[in-house]
């Protein structure tokens, strides 16, 4: 009989009723007329980049053509090709904010949130900007040649017309929808959303000199933010981590419309320190994908589908990369524990030379109350598709395990490994036979690989029988 092959990461709040999980895989919709519904794809690898410094990045931006990233306190500039300047330095030691204007010869707000300095980039060099009317920042936008400034207490300041350097005291508005204060902002198409403690609230840039920054009216959002990082677009569309970790998108009307599930939700909540969490997207091969991750795990929703699934390096359960950028046509992304800089390659199976362990947990299977015995597990899985005698041997003949759990997904034993074949061995069958026999609680099945060799999972199949009474 066919059964149901995960098609994301999902776990029920007691993992015995299910625990349905996808790491390091994502499911597509097949077209129509297609053998299965759909298929499973590993996810993309990631090589070098540029070596960079040895230091841990804090932050990355797309700066025309140059990529600009703060590695400790240097700030670098990057080439296209990866080659990199030290241009100056900064103070802090935590992440850091960007936000550029549209000046003749444009200017780069560097925002120190831990001491509330902002650094201007500019002409490759790096400046402090030592404005008295300025305040403690905290973060920053650009709007229509305004640079605005966000204070934790509440205070929105905006700048001199395309000059990171002139600000008056004067030119300021409050987020007045609750006095909960500021944590992040966040423009999103015409609408510039100050994200607070509990509540948001939404701003515009109107045709007024005197006030030219005011709340549109009725728009306060009953939800805030979980950190002052938690916040990107993807594709145009603002995502956040909200004070309750829910994880949430800009829906119709200003509607902070959640798209967490409960095993989202139980991970951030699990979270000790909630300041940990970072968010970023990106869009490869039409799915825009949205990561929240933090040291301990990494959840990725696929727009396209609308499905989570898990990314975790080698060895870690959560996905090394932590910083993204857009540049030179490449997914640039910087990790969590080394210096560099890497670039997404869907058509590579490693993480800069290690090996991307993929893992898909399927739904549980019960014959409740009296069980079934197991004859044999089909998998209907792309084969002949082994890397070439130049490639490491464990990638010339790919191999995927098989494991079995009888107390819902608690524990798992192997079921033995088969092989996927050599290259172009197209007609190879992926069975396991004889698999035993499972009592009131079921079975759950987990398939498992490693080989760089690119593959496509499109379904299961399960021969077996139900027990008699």
């Given at each position: 009989m066919r059964i149901p092959l995960a098609s994301k990461s999902d776990p029920a709040k007691r993992e015995i009723v299910s625990d349905e999980?996808?790491?390091?895989?994502?499911?597509?919709?097949?077209?129509?007329?297609?053998?299965?519904?759909?298929?499973?794809?590993?996810?993309?690898?990631?090589?070098?980049?540029?070596?960079?410094?040895?230091?841990?990045?804090?932050?990355?931006?797309?700066?025309?053509?140059?990529?600009?990233?703060?590695?400790?306190?240097?700030?670098?500039?990057?080439?296209?090709?990866?080659?990199?300047?030290?241009?100056?330095?900064?103070?802090?030691?935590?992440?850091?904010?960007?936000?550029?204007?549209d000046a003749v010869t444009a200017q780069l707000a560097i925002v120190i949130p831990d001491t509330g300095a902002v650094y201007k980039y500019e002409n490759s060099a790096v400046s402090l900007i030592s404005d008295a009317d300025l305040g403690d920042i905290i973060d920053s936008e650009h709007v229509d040649g305004y640079q605005l400034m966000i204070e934790a207490d509440?205070?929105?300041?905006?700048?001199?017309?395309?000059?990171?350097?002139?600000?008056?005291?004067?030119?300021?508005?409050?987020?007045?929808?609750?006095?909960?204060?500021?944590?992040?902002?966040?423009?999103?198409?015409?609408?510039?959303?100050?994200?607070?403690?509990?509540?948001?609230?939404?701003?515009?840039?109107?045709?007024?000199?005197?006030?030219?920054?005011?709340?549109?009216?009725?728009?306060?959002?009953?939800?805030?933010?979980?950190?002052?990082y938690a916040k990107c677009e993807v594709g145009g569309i603002l995502c956040w981590v909200d004070n309750h970790g829910?994880?949430?998108?800009?829906?119709?009307?200003?509607?902070?419309?959640?798209?967490?599930?409960?095993?989202?939700?139980?991970?951030?909540?699990?979270?000790?320190?909630k300041e940990t969490i970072r968010v970023f997207g990106f869009i490869e091969d039409g799915h825009g994908f949205f990561t929240v991750r933090s040291p301990f795990w990494s959840w990725t929703y696929d727009f396209k589908e609308q499905r989570w699934h898990n990314r975790a390096s080698s060895q870690r359960n959560t996905w090394k990369a932590k910083h993204y950028a857009r540049f030179a046509n490449k997914h640039i992304i910087a990790g969590d524990q080394e210096g560099g800089l890497f670039y997404l390659d869907p058509d590579y199976g490693f993480e800069n030379g290690e090996r991307i362990?993929?893992?898909?947990?399927?739904?549980?299977?019960?014959?409740?109350?009296?069980?079934?015995?197991?004859?044999?597990?089909?998998?209907?899985?792309?084969?002949?598709?082994?890397?070439?005698?130049?490639?490491?041997?464990?990638?010339?003949?790919?191999?995927?395990?098989?494991y079995a759990s009888i107390d819902g997904g608690k524990s798992f034993n192997s079921m033995g490994t088969r092989s996927l074949g050599t290259r172009g061995q197209y007609r190879k069958q992926v069975r396991w036979p004889r698999l035993?026999?499972?009592?009131?609680?079921?079975?759950?099945?987990?398939?498992?690989?490693?080989?760089?060799?690119?593959?496509?999972?499109?379904?299961?199949?399960?021969?077996?029988?139900?027990?008699?009474?």
């Open positions: 999980k996808l790491i390091n895989l994502y499911a597509e919709q097949a077209p129509s007329g297609a053998k299965a519904d759909f298929a499973l794809y590993r996810t993309e690898g990631h090589r070098s980049f540029s070596l960079a410094s040895d230091e841990l990045c804090r932050g990355l931006f797309p700066f025309g053509d140059e990529l600009i990233g703060v590695f400790g306190s240097d700030v670098l500039s990057f080439d296209t090709e990866g080659n990199f300047t030290i241009e100056g330095t900064v103070a802090g030691s935590d992440d850091v904010q960007f936000s550029r204007n509440g205070t929105l300041q905006y700048s001199t017309l395309n000059d990171l350097d002139e600000y008056d005291a004067l030119d300021f508005v409050t987020a007045e929808g609750d006095p909960d204060g500021l944590l992040a902002i966040k423009r999103n198409g015409d609408d510039i959303f100050l994200f607070g403690v509990k509540t948001t609230d939404v701003f515009r840039h109107v045709d007024d000199s005197d006030n030219p920054f005011q709340r549109v009216k009725g728009a306060v959002l009953p939800v805030g933010i979980i950190n002052k829910i994880v949430r998108k800009r829906g119709a009307s200003y509607n902070p419309d959640p798209i967490s599930n409960s095993g989202v939700q139980k991970d951030i909540a699990d979270l000790e320190d362990v993929w893992e898909a947990t399927l739904p549980p299977l019960s014959k409740f109350p009296n069980g079934f015995s197991a004859f044999a597990f089909d998998l209907d899985i792309e084969c002949g598709t082994a890397m070439d005698s130049s490639e490491d041997e464990s990638d010339q003949e790919p191999m995927i395990t098989l035993g026999k499972y009592g009131r609680e079921g079975a759950v099945f987990k398939i498992s690989g490693s080989s760089g060799a690119v593959q496509a999972i499109m379904a299961a199949d399960l021969v077996s029988a139900p027990r008699a009474a």
